[in-house]
């Protein structure tokens, strides 16, 4: 009883999930992604196997509709299923069985698969292409979100919200770029899980990002940042004057405490981003 998209960007080669349920912890059992093999999302009277299952035989050099029908014809319970699958080479399916509660369906087109079951409407499956297609120039994470959030405005699981949950997975988009995770997020029990989904993307572009440009601080900011230091206790005494090795110990040691180690530069440079973020944070703590 869940709606899902399952993505792939043409651009970049990144995989991903967005769903979203009324149903407790939906990222548990429906979204599975790896990275250069392919995404899957299952549900309505979910088999779980199908993720794992499915990513294998995407990974033994399958198509997306070749796995879909080993689905159809192994399972007995297929009549009940439901599935959207995408494969690293943009292949894709979208299968409903004939026993899903109504409004089931879906809509597959390359590098794309929608489902829902319980839905409103049609209408829920047609916002989320709709969205899915205008946010070509977004972020795969952005574009998946943007399409659930579609779908959730158009009336979603006609039984109501709980959870929802982004998975997605891109060469070296990992942290420190030394795997494919990417992202992970989940809203397991939330009264606006979709809404939630995006207050965690903001906050996780936010952590994982490394700076898109960076800049010397000005002698206003940098003195800002070590009466910082001193007030949270990263340093007991700072000189003043240019940036030294007491200010870049103590300034890492504060990137730290606010896991922004991905956004730090060192020598007097800071991400503007990451300058804004600590501004507002600790607003009022220095005088």
Same mark, same amino acid.
């Given at each position: ?10 651009? +970049? ?47 033994? &050099? ?31 399916? +979208? ?7 109504? =409004? ?77 995770? =990417? ?34 601080? +000005? ?27 007491? +200010? ?15 956004? =730090?530069?060192?020598? &007097? ?19």
């Amino acid at each position: 009883m869940t709606f899902s998209i399952v993505g792939r960007d043409a651009r +970049t080669g990144d995989l991903g999930v967005a769903v979203a349920s009324k149903f407790l912890a939906v990222g548990a059992l429906v979204p599975f992604v790896r990275g250069g093999v392919g995404a899957v999302a299952t549900q309505s009277y979910v088999n779980p196997t199908f993720g794992p299952e499915g990513l294998r035989l995407l990974a033994s &050099g399958l198509d997306a509709a070749a796995v879909g029908a080993h689905f159809q014809a192994t399972d007995p319970g297929i009549a009940q299923r439901q599935f959207g699958l995408v494969g690293a080479d943009g292949s894709s399916v +979208t299968f409903t069985g004939p026993d899903c509660h109504a =409004w089931a369906g879906g809509y597959a087109a390359a590098d794309v698969a929608i489902q829902g079951n319980v839905l409103a409407g049609p209408g829920v499956v047609e916002a989320m292409r709709a969205a899915w297609e205008a946010g070509a120039e977004l972020s795969l994470p952005r574009r998946l979100l943007a399409a659930l959030n579609a779908g959730d405005a158009a009336g979603g699981d006609r039984r109501g919200r709980q959870s929802a949950a982004l998975l997605c997975a891109g060469p070296g988009r990992g942290y420190g770029g030394l795997t494919d995770d =990417w992202v992970n997020l989940r809203a397991d029990d939330h009264a606006d899980p979709c809404r939630e989904l995006a207050r965690l993307l903001d906050l996780h572009d936010l952590l994982f990002t490394r700076p898109e440009t960076t800049r010397p601080l +000005t002698d206003e900011e940098l003195a800002w940042l070590r009466a910082l230091l001193l007030a949270q206790g990263h340093a007991t005494a700072l000189p003043g004057g240019p940036w030294d090795a007491d +200010t870049e110990a103590a300034a890492w040691a504060l990137f730290g405490t606010e896991n922004l180690e991905e956004r =730090w530069a060192p020598g &007097g440079q800071v991400d503007p981003v990451a300058l804004a973020y600590l501004r507002a944070q600790y607003a009022g703590h220095v005088r």
